[in-house]
């Protein structure tokens, strides 16, 4: 089957990094997105990885490694409205996606 | 940009009647649009995927009669929820997909509450 493996909730302070990660097993693999979804509201989409390495968006950063897979996504320098659930989705060998039960970031001052 | 709209935002509606749902792509052609159900605390689940002009691809245990997908136009998919009952409340979100891209665009969702 397919599966892909999130925390289901962390907590960070304010300012500081967090990282979250994201394991998966599916039927091919062409390409990894994370996702930022705010209660009661769509999911906006934040990175997209389809090669090994690390692609730097601002404060967010998105790894992957293929050969694991093993994705994370790095928050830096935290701020309030981060508050969130970051969802992970991998497009299998038919383009459908496929979506991790998300994990809900708690930010604390 | 690439901006989804969603309508209604919120909808109630009595068990045992039928709600439609729009979801317009506003500035650009959606050649694929996605419907997903999202429950409390869950991640998005995959209802269909609708092509324009054809017939949507239901996922495995989703009734085709009961959740009718229409895709007439490259800016408008609808989902039907016939007969609904309490247990179809979820929040209803679709997405659209321009040709040869790989991003999806969310619509902002609609809540669905059946009594």
């Known amino acids: 089957g397919q599966n892909i493996d999130q925390p289901t909730e962390m907590t960070a302070t304010e300012g500081a990094i967090v990282q979250i990660n994201c394991t998966y097993q599916?039927?091919?693999?062409?390409?990894l997105f994370w996702y930022q979804q705010h209660a009661g509201e769509a999911p906006t989409f934040l990175s997209y990885n389809v090669l090994d390495g690390l692609e730097e968006k601002g404060r967010f950063s998105s790894f992957l490694s293929r050969s694991k897979g093993y994705s994370y996504l790095l928050l830096k320098e935290l701020q309030m409205k981060d508050s969130a659930s970051y969802l992970c989705a991998v497009k299998d060998s038919n383009y459908q996606l496929i979506w991790g039960a998300g994990t809900k970031l708690i930010i604390k001052p | 940009g690439a901006v989804v709209s969603q309508h209604p935002s919120r909808v109630i509606c009595k068990s045992g009647t039928s709600v439609k749902i729009e979801c317009r792509s506003l500035?650009?052609?959606?050649?694929?649009m996605f419907w997903y159900r999202q429950f409390p605390k869950q991640s998005l689940m995959l209802m269909a995927t609708?092509?324009?002009?054809?017939?949507?691809?239901?996922e495995q245990g989703v009734e085709k009669d009961k959740f009718l997908i229409n895709h007439a136009s490259l800016t408008l998919s609808t989902l039907t929820v016939t007969s609904a009952h309490p247990e179809d409340s979820s929040f209803y979100i679709c997405?659209?997909?321009?040709?040869?891209?790989?991003?999806?665009?969310f619509g902002p969702g609609t809540r669905l509450t059946v009594t």
């Open positions: 997405s659209a997909r321009r040709t040869s891209e790989i991003e999806q665009y």
């Open positions: 500035d650009f052609q959606a050649t694929t």
């Open positions: 609708s092509n324009e002009g054809s017939k949507a691809t239901y």
């Open positions: 599916t039927s091919g693999f062409n390409g």
